[in-house]
């Protein structure tokens, strides 16, 4: 089955950090780009940062540039999303969803995994 | 920034044709792709590159994208299919995600 798990979401004070991993299965994962997506509650999707196959290309969100790092490591199946200096605005649910390379739909999606950010 | 709009809401009765549009400056020389969501769960993808649906997805969702508008349109609308729909586009290497639409089914 394919399959997508989040982890390592939490409370966190502002400023602070945390990272966020995606386990994936069921699929070459080191074929795919791999995108992180937040929604915050009660509200819309907003997409964070995108990596290509080999982690050749990255891209950020201006939101969150300078502060959130996406990684990844094709030989555990594993995405991962550093999140540094971190404001109440990034508080959400963040998901993992995969980029289906011909046509760049994002087809697969986790649970998703909550962060939030207050005092 | 690119930008997607879509209407907050739209309520259909059973059995009768549901649209939903997402509006973008020259969307049509885009692909457009839809999601759905229901309460509690992640985003399913329903259609992708306009008009084309995943496996499973029933033949009821399409899609058609021209000009400026995009539109996901679910024929004989089922009360399973009230949830929050979301259009999406790259931009550039950037994915940008309209506002979303509720579609209330009563």
């Known amino acids: 089955e394919v399959q997508l798990v989040e982890s390592g979401g939490g409370l966190v004070q502002p400023g602070g950090s945390l990272r966020l991993s995606c386990a994936a299965s069921g699929f070459t994962f080191s074929s795919y780009g791999m995108n992180w997506v937040r929604q915050a509650p009660g509200k819309g999707l907003q997409w964070v940062s995108d990596i290509s196959s080999s982690s050749s290309t990255i891209y950020y969100a201006d939101s969150v540039k300078g502060r959130f790092t996406i990684s990844r490591d094709n030989a555990k199946n594993s995405l991962y999303l550093q999140m540094n200096s971190l404001r109440a605005e990034d508080t959400a649910v963040y998901y993992c969803a995969r980029e289906f390379t011909s046509t760049r739909a994002l087809d697969i999606w986790g649970q998703g995994t909550m962060v939030s950010v207050s005092s | 920034s690119y930008e997607l709009t879509q209407p907050p809401s739209v309520s259909v009765s059973p059995g009768q044709t549901a649209s939903i549009t997402c509006s973008g400056d020259?969307?049509?020389?885009?692909?457009a792709f839809w999601y759905q969501q229901k309460p509690g769960q992640s985003p399913v993808l329903v259609i992708y590159?306009?008009?084309k649906r995943p496996s499973g997805i029933p033949e009821r969702f399409s899609g058609s994208n021209s000009g400026n508008t995009a539109s996901l349109t679910i024929s004989g609308t089922q009360a399973m299919d009230e949830a929050d729909y979301y259009c999406q586009a790259w931009d550039s290497s950037t994915v940008v995600f309209g506002g979303g639409t509720k579609l209330t089914v009563l």
């Open positions: 590159q306009d008009s």
């Open positions: 020259k969307l049509g020389d885009k692909y």
